[in-house]
């Protein structure tokens, strides 16, 4: 869609990506840390400093994680590379992993390629909410892994204390693993907790938690991010991650490790991004489209059904091409996506409240 929007000249509401840029503090350290010359090969596991940075992060937001920095954090080339080596390192062939759609795009075909096999649960929309029970009754033998994600791409919806409660009731006894994914830890509105995996010991004891710096610090594509486990998950991780990719970009990991001493970015983006959710919900007012709600992530979904009956699909093209606003079919977050019904779209608020106004007006003329 980002290269279709190119084409038709649209507005990029598509991708999961801000067109602000990243703190310019941040900026000039990755620069200074290169001038100073460390454009080298950084350690296998991440930089001591950055790990022991998020270490000490880790503790202040979850009280009862203090992750040891040398044996349980990693840091990866973004969230898509932590993810596709923990189920890489840690599933095996006929296994089964439990995948909860609609989803982000990366969990199946790294599945698949371990020949591993995907059991697919629905969220129940409006709310996408997870059916626990169905869950329950997608158990087997050979399941392997569960993948969850707060706040959620694409729906917006976030994890209660409840469900982690389930999610606990589940594995419980079993050997099952979670991975979470939380590259959106810090976009959460209306003053919800953040239901962290990290929370919870007796699941962090089975879980990888996966985080995105991108997401948080507006360069997603610096594509760094970091996996937190326990010693033995991290031990298999690392297998893997050595010989993927060895070891991640060391100017912008120094850069990080000293950005990071000061919280005051990351604590104030949850009121951030609400800014920018309660400005396009405002602006798209009076339109005909519905928004459903958003708990957390940059993501809007909007339900066009007032305006056409066509396949999401179909409407996202023409919305692209002849509105000029590109957006995301939902059903393309389903493994079946002529299946799905629902007529909406998922629209990105992580740009310029000006970006966001001309999509608007031209959002408000259907
Ligand atoms: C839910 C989710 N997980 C993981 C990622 C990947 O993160 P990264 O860009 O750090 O690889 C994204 C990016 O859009 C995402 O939305």
Not at 41 to 69: D, F, H, V, W
Request: proline share 7%.
């Amino acid at each position: 869609m980002s290269a279709m929007a190119k084409e038709y000249n649209a507005i990029n509401l598509s991708q999961g990506f801000p067109d602000f840029d990243s703190p310019a503090l941040l900026t000039d350290l990755v620069y200074a840390y290169m001038k100073k010359g460390y454009n080298q090969y950084a350690p296998m596991p991440g930089l001591p400093a950055l790990r022991e940075q998020l270490a000490q992060k880790i503790t202040r937001l979850y009280p009862s994680c203090t992750p040891n920095a040398d044996t349980e954090i990693t840091i990866t080339a973004g969230g898509t590379q932590a993810i596709y080596t923990a189920i890489t390192a840690l599933v095996h062939a006929a296994d089964e992993v439990i995948v909860l759609e609609p989803c982000y795009d990366c969990y199946v075909p790294a599945i698949q390629l371990c020949g591993a096999v995907p059991v697919y649960v629905s969220l129940q929309p409006p709310q996408y909410r997870v059916p626990w029970q169905e869950v329950r009754s997608k158990i087997t033998a050979k399941t392997r892994m569960i993948i969850i994600n707060t706040p959620h791409n694409p729906t917006g919806s976030v994890f209660t204390a409840q469900d982690m409660a389930e999610l606990q009731n589940i594995t419980s006894g079993t050997d099952i693993l979670v991975l979470s994914d939380e590259v959106y830890e810090h976009v959460i509105f209306d003053d919800q907790l953040h239901e962290s995996i990290l929370r919870y010991p007796d699941l962090y004891a089975r879980s990888i938690a996966v985080f995105s710096f991108g997401k948080t610090f507006h360069n997603t594509g610096w594509k760094v991010g970091y996996a937190v486990a326990p010693p033995y998950l991290t031990a298999e991780i690392r297998k893997v991650h050595q010989y993927l990719v060895f070891s991640v970009n060391t100017p912008v990991q120094y850069a990080l490790a000293e950005y990071l001493q000061n919280p005051e970015h990351y604590l104030t983006l949850p009121e951030f991004y609400r800014q920018k959710r309660d400005l396009f919900l405002q602006l798209i007012q009076g339109s005909r489209f519905k928004p459903l709600h958003t708990s957390g992530s940059y993501f809007q979904l909007l339900d066009y059904s007032a305006i056409a009956n066509h396949k999401d699909t179909d409407f996202a093209v023409w919305l692209t091409q002849q509105v000029g606003v590109a957006a995301i079919p939902v059903s393309v977050f389903y493994h079946q996506p002529h299946t799905v019904q629902d007529k909406l779209l998922r629209f990105c608020f992580a740009k310029k409240d000006q970006t966001l106004e001309q999509a608007a007006q031209k959002l408000l003329k259907l």
